[in-house]
């Protein structure tokens, strides 16, 4: 199995870009699909972005497309997030997660094994 540490979370304002890290340990990052998730006070968790095991395939959520990066370094065993032009709406604990199951639909939640501890990320206006 694998564990996973997000950090990078904290106080930012709007506009920002801050890079979220997710340390993979016990197995390697390439094993794994690998999504982010956030969750929002009172909110649902929801989906923000993912990364197929081979690296070949990159999947973002509509409200984050063309502001947020993922990317990964097999070196490190670690996968990023880098976030641009960050609103207030990105407000939320941030989540890695780590899967592996037949076909690419990382948007559900429930393909993913593994998760970090989450990292807060709160945006001021």
């Known amino acids: 199995q694998v564990q996973l540490v997000e950090s990078g979370g904290g106080l930012v304002q709007a506009g920002g870009s801050p890079r979220l890290s997710c340390v993979a340990s016990?197995?390697?990052?390439?094993?794994?699909?690998i999504g982010w998730f956030r969750q929002a006070p009172g909110k649902e968790r929801e989906f923000v972005t993912a990364i197929s095991w081979s690296g070949g395939s990159t999947y973002y959520a509509g409200s984050v497309k063309g502001r947020f990066t993922i990317s990964r370094d097999i070196a490190k065993n670690t996968v990023y997030l880098q976030m641009n032009s960050l609103k207030p709406e990105d407000t939320a604990v941030y989540y890695c997660?780590?899967?592996?199951?037949?076909?690419?639909?990382?948007?559900?939640?429930?393909?993913?094994?593994?998760w970090g501890q989450g990292t807060q990320v709160t945006v001021s206006s």
């Open positions: 997660a780590a899967g592996r199951t037949t076909g690419w639909a990382p948007i559900y939640s429930d393909r993913y094994s593994y």
């Open positions: 016990g197995r390697t990052v390439s094993s794994y699909d």
